[in-house]
């Protein structure tokens, strides 16, 4: 997988990647299905489930506190992309804003187009997870998940929900789209989580 476009680790770099990764010299696009095409004025999140229901609009968004982020990117498909930098708000800003009840267990992540992915709530709630709105200092393309996309940056890249739209709270796991398909229930990239058994 070396060459014009992907390289191995060097040795400063190996404590930074994951086990069967290469880094990235560019970011890849991998998306199933077409790329929706949001504005922000059509923009919205609903909360539902094991909650209080609720629409953040565009606007209720952008009035959260806004954090500079650097993180490392890895793909299930064995690439990995080092201090990429993000624009965005931190999962826990937001959860201040909803009423979760005891008994939530877990996150379903819907989007636009019809895409889901399943989060722990433990592996969800952290001050390092963020809704990205922003990628290198400009507005976060629609081909990686603009306007806004959820930013997991402990677990493999398919847990980063592009096109986010909605949060829906569940006291028991439910499977997203590539866990119905065969990847791992929770994608830990430095325990090489990638498939089910």
């Known amino acids: 997988m070396s060459g014009k476009y992907f390289q191995k680790p060097t040795p400063q770099q190996s404590e930074r990647v994951p086990p069967g990764q290469y880094l990235t010299k560019g970011f890849p696009v991998l998306t199933y299905g077409t790329t929706p095409q949001v504005s922000t004025d059509a923009w919205e999140l609903q909360v539902w489930g094991l909650v ?3 629409t953040f609009t565009w606007s209720d968004f952008m009035a959260l506190p806004h954090h500079e982020f650097t993180a490392d990117f890895h793909c299930v498909t064995r690439w990995s992309k080092l201090d990429v930098k993000w624009t965005g708000i931190q999962v826990t800003d937001l959860m201040k804003l909803i009423a979760v009840e ?7 992540a819907h989007c636009y187009g019809g895409y889901t992915t399943n989060l722990s709530m433990v ?15 400009e507005p976060l393309p629609a081909e990686h998940g603009g306007p806004v996309r959820l930013v997991v940056p402990h677990l493999y890249a398919w847990k980063s929900a592009k096109w986010i739209n909605g949060l829906e709270f569940l006291a ?3 499977l997203g789209f590539w866990e119905r398909n065969g990847y791992h229930k929770r994608g830990d990239p430095w325990r090489e989580e990638r498939y089910s058994l």
């Open 102 to 108: 005891p008994k939530a267990a877990y996150v379903m």
């Open 123 to 137: 592996d969800f709630v952290r001050d390092e997870n963020f809704f990205a709105w922003k990628l290198f200092g």
């Open 52 to 54: 209080q229901p609720k």
């Open 172 to 174: 028991r796991e439910e």
